[in-house]
């Protein structure tokens, strides 16, 4: 880790050569997908980790956004045949508003009662497009989502797909790069070392927590409305619970709270089921075993640092021991 | 640092390897079905059945003078994991077709991805009537809901059953949606009425409070739209109220499962399928043999559609006389009276099967059969 | 009909009860959310379903086994999950219940088979008819085990050292250091009790539904969940509670409008009682807002 840091103009040019020129290198449809698979991932894992390790809170339905975004593409472009490239902004800002939504009354909750809340959402939101026939066709699904067009010319082949989302990562990644070393950054972290004392100061703890999950559910939006459109067909059961907790594992075993981490985590947990494929039934043993391992082995993640990951044992022993404030098991 | 570089080598090393194609005298036919999740398993019946056809075919020397293998692929039911398995099997130039997947929302997930590079899809259990016509290059055998429904309206609730009013309970997936419907719509167009329709979710297991709701609107039978497992239970909700409704059901719950699960619960119930345990056809009977020798159980309606789905595959490969994927598509599409075992199969133009069914009513706790319109 | 679905409710709401229990007292000595709690249910099923159909087990020998199972793969999880990250950040245990449920879902697939398995009657199939309304034998079975549980627990928690240890560790994990409470032996101990509850929530579910399936983890795990935070999340009394209704609003959910919107409306209740009451029905109030 700390070469990279060292050398991280090197690295990073490095990388960027290589995902370039990916798709004239490997000529193999089968490994350009993954590789947009991971790509995908990644821009889901950067805009959960915006939310989990940016300003502390907890947010584990994050499968919701992600869903708000792809149906929005999906019956927009079906219905209304408007453009891919008109709607990559219109999910994500769909997927905030509905952040919103859910974050107006529940942001003033603590940690595991906001995550709780967010679970529940997530549900809500699955169980509403599959049961809101007229608008979403329910479980059945939305098929047929045409392919996107540049001048006129429909992208139908993986190769130019890789393009895309390689462009649409590598602006999300900028994005949050500048916007988390900005003021609104800077206060984000200031919510999430220490919220009492961020407001104490003048931070307006509140309203930056909302901007925060707006902007973290923005990203998880464009990616639902990429994901309708290379898929040309979306439905509900792409968005379970189960889905939410993938990219929270690739947030957590990348390493929260550094924006490398969720790209790693992104790849670690989207090649590794892929690579598996062989023994089948093993896939799911194995990916669990994973997680749990990366947990033990490295908590801070694959990419986090070592010193944060003490700051939190710190403020941990200090604070309250407990997360659930409650009266105990007997009240 | 250095943990992270043994890592991605590792994984690397790994796909590097899992994708190594084989030998060139094998003709390679792809599978994919859900081996491990919710759906594991009717993927496993799968696994069995179209493993028994190419052994079957390979002991008899194989096709086109080489032997033939199976490539499985586990899509968990998820239809995005159906999409990158079709996307790698398209790219393996070894493999000449494709069986599966289970699921229709599967089946559509993947389509345009067989469709776009020209390999069949071959699913033994969609009944979706969307699915086939949505490309030249899929095709399903086990017959749609567009003939069952009005099958099950016309010739078991009215005829068999004589029945002047039904509920319907069905699964809220799309299976149970599209079956649903086309039930309802028959009912509609034959004058049976319909009191109520209800659903429940996926993994739901307590029907008691739909079922109180549906008894309250007293119709004379219940068409159970679900799967033999929830079906089961569903059953045996009914007895343990002490409610006497006539029970029917599509052929979803045929199996012998439904036995098993339901005990006396089912007793009575109606349903319709094209393959039997009890068909004195000896070809059934040896496959059923063989079945139970492999999986331990008894092969049911999937297993039967999987196992003639590679049978039919490989005559159709025959037939093209190469394992060029567009000619065996064209060949596949002319398929004609093919003597499965789940009857005779013939593609319609968009690449379905119009399926003709016998009517079953579980009888002391076996399988009757009560009416044949099979060999009409 | 209506008293017919109270009725079913109730039955539902005691299973529902007795998962809730399991899940507060182990969030009530973890602090933190697990997601492990439906696999521990499915575990203790399928080790009842064992009993019965291999070991001809009776009722109790079958509730046992679910007992013990569950109190096992407690001592399981609580060495691989809990223990080591006793003072880590709390996603850190959150991810290891996420990923022990995944592997334990999965690793039951394929060792137990994927198939879903029959329970037969435990107590029989017979019922008793007050007015137009049926109660089973089942139903008073469950409702009488969960009530017996609900005593013994009382009793261990209110008339005995380790009952004190365990009350003393969920109301303030550092005060009960303070006092000489042993943290790490009675978090387990806490956990194993919750687990081996869990089980036995489980063997009554595979008994009353006749069927258990690997996956029928999940939505135990979910509606043990709603329940519990309904009741609170780390109150006994409220477990209770919150399990009783949550069985009789989904009965009378699918009564007044179709079945379909239960669910839906099952967590919009539970995000406004996050909301306004986090608290649950009868919990104390504590700090859960800034």
């Known amino acids: 880790m700390a070469w990279f840091k060292k050398h991280w103009f090197v690295s990073t040019t490095f990388a960027a050569i290589i995902l370039l020129v990916f798709p004239l290198l490997v000529d193999n449809d089968y490994y350009q997908r993954v590789a947009i698979t991971v790509l995908l991932y990644m821009v889901l894992a950067t805009s959960l980790n915006i939310i989990n390790g940016y300003s502390g809170q907890f947010n584990i339905g994050h499968a919701a956004f992600y869903c708000v975004g792809a149906y929005v593409a999906a019956i927009l472009a079906t219905r209304y045949h408007l453009s891919f490239w008109v709607l990559l902004p219109i999910s994500g800002a769909a997927a905030s508003l509905a952040s919103c939504f859910l974050g107006l009354p529940t942001l003033r909750l603590k940690g595991i009662f906001l995550a709780m809340c967010t679970l529940g959402f997530s549900e809500i939101v699955r169980l509403t497009a599959l049961n809101w026939i007229s608008l979403t066709r329910g479980p059945m699904g939305i098929p047929g989502i045409p392919f996107p067009e540049v001048f006129g010319v429909p992208l139908k082949y993986n190769w130019q797909f890789y393009y895309v989302i390689l462009g649409l990562a590598a602006l999300a990644i900028f994005v949050c790069h500048r916007v988390v070393h900005s003021r609104i950054g800077r206060a984000w972290i200031a919510i999430r070392e220490d919220e009492l004392a961020a407001r104490s100061m003048g931070v307006p703890t509140f309203l930056y927590k909302l901007l ?33 907790f993938s990219i929270l594992a690739m947030v957590l075993v990348g390493g929260q709270g550094t924006l490398l981490g969720p790209i790693i985590g992104a790849f670690f947990l989207t090649v590794l089921p892929e690579a598996f494929r062989f023994v089948a039934e093993y896939r799911l043993v194995i990916f669990g075993l994973a997680i749990l391992v990366t947990m033990h082995v490295r908590p801070q993640g694959i990419a986090g640092s070592t010193t944060l990951s003490m700051r939190y044992r710190e403020a941990q022993k200090d604070d309250v021991a407990s997360d659930i404030e409650t009266g105990g098991i007997a009240s | 640092m250095r943990h992270m570089v043994k890592v991605l080598a590792l994984v690397l090393f790994v796909t590097l390897l899992s994708s190594v194609g084989s030998a060139e005298d094998t003709i390679r036919v792809g599978l994919s079905a859900p081996i491990t999740g919710n759906y594991a ?156 329709e209800q659903s429940f979710l996926e993994g739901e297991r307590d029907y008691s409070a739909i079922l109180t709701k549906i008894r309250d609107t007293n119709p004379e039978g219940i068409y159970i739209a679900a799967m033999y497992n929830e079906a089961a239970l569903i059953c045996r909700q009914i007895k343990k109220m002490g409610w006497d409704v006539k029970l029917l059901a599509p052929s979803s ?63 159709a490969i025959r037939r093209a006389g190469t394992t060029d994927r567009a000619a065996i598509r064209d060949a596949l599409a002319e398929t004609k009276d093919f003597p499965g075992i789940t009857g005779s199969i013939t593609f319609t133009e968009v690449g379905d099967v119009v399926r003709k069914y016998k009517v079953m009513v579980v009888e002391n706790g076996q399988w009757a059969i009560k009416r044949d319109y099979t060999r009409d | 009909m209506l008293l017919q679905q109270l009725v079913n409710g109730l039955a539902q709401g005691a299973i529902y009860a007795l998962m809730a229990i399991g899940f507060a007292m182990i969030m009530g000595v973890l602090g933190l959310v697990t997601f492990v709690h439906g696999e521990v249910i499915m575990v203790g099923a399928f080790a009842g379903f064992y009993a019965i159909t291999f ?112 009350r003393a560790l969920s109301m303030d994990k550092e005060a009960a250091a303070l006092h000489g409470v042993h943290v790490n032996r009675t978090a387990r101990l806490g956990n194993c009790i919750g687990c081996a509850l869990g089980g036995l929530a489980g063997v009554l579910l595979g008994s009353y539904y006749n069927a258990v399936h690997p996956i029928m983890g999940a939505s135990a795990g979910l509606k043990a969940f709603i329940a519990s935070v309904l009741g609170g999340l780390t109150s006994i009394p409220g477990a209770v509670v919150g399990g009783l209704l949550l069985g009789v609003f989904e009965n009378f959910a699918v009564a007044f409008s179709s079945s379909s919107y239960r669910d839906i409306v099952a967590f919009i209740i539970l995000i406004l009682v996050l909301l306004f009451k986090p608290s649950g029905i009868f919990g104390r109030k504590g700090i859960e807002k800034i």
């Open chain 1, 212 to 244: 925060n999950l707006a902007f973290g559910t923005f990203w998880a939006g464009v990616a639902g409305c990429f994901y309708a459109f290379f898929s040309s067909y979306v439905s509900p059961d792409s968005f379970t619970l189960d889905e939410g």
């Open chain 2, 41 to 196: 398993e009717f993927g496993e019946n799968f696994k069995y059945a179209v493993q028994m056809a190419v052994d079957e075919i390979n002991a008899q020397g194989g096709l086109l003078g080489k032997q033939i293998e199976v490539v499985v692929m586990d899509s968990k039911g998820d239809p995005k994991e159906a999409a990158t398995i079709a996307q790698k099997f398209v790219q393996d130039k070894s493999i000449v077709a494709e069986i599966g997947d289970f699921t229709s929302t599967c089946c559509l997930a993947a389509a345009p991805i067989y469709e776009r590079y020209g390999m069949v899809q071959l699913s033994p259990t969609s009944s979706h009537p969307d699915f086939a016509p949505s490309g030249e290059y899929m095709f399903g055998i086990v017959g749609t809901q567009d003939a069952e429904g009005p099958f099950n309206v016309k010739y078991i609730a009215q005829d068999y059953l004589g029945l002047k009013s039904v509920a319907v309970i069905y699964i809220n997936n799309d299976w149970g949606h599209v079956t649903k419907d086309r039930f309802v719509k028959a009912a509609d167009e034959n004058g049976l009425k319909v009191t109520i």
């Open chain 2, 253 to 315: 719950v045929f199996s012998a499962k439904l036995l098993e699960l339901g005990g006396d619960a089912v007793e009575g119930l109606v349903t319709n399928t094209f393959f039997a345990l009890n068909d004195p056809d000896p070809r059934v009977q040896a496959f059923i043999a063989e079945f139970r020798k492999r999986a331990g159980r008894d092969p049911n309606l999937h297993a039967a559609c999987a196992y003639d789905s590679m049978m039919i595959l490989a005559d």
């Open chain 3, 55 to 166: 070991l001809h087990a009776g009722v109790f020998f079958a509730l046992a086994a679910g007992f013990a199972a569950s109190w096992l793969l407690g001592i399981v999880i609580d060495a691989t999950c809990y223990r080591p990250f006793r003072d880590a950040p709390h996603e850190i245990l959150l991810i290891s219940t996420i990923g022990m449920s995944i592997l334990l879902k999965s690793l039951a697939q394929v060792t137990l088979g994927t198939e879903q398995k029959l329970v037969p009657d435990l107590v029989g199939e017979g019922f008793i008819m007050i007015g137009d309304v049926r109660i089973l034998h089942i139903q008073l079975f469950v409702l009488a085990v969960v009530t017996a549980i609900c005593i013994a627990l009382q009793l261990v928690l209110y008339k005995t050292k380790v009952g004190l240890a365990l």
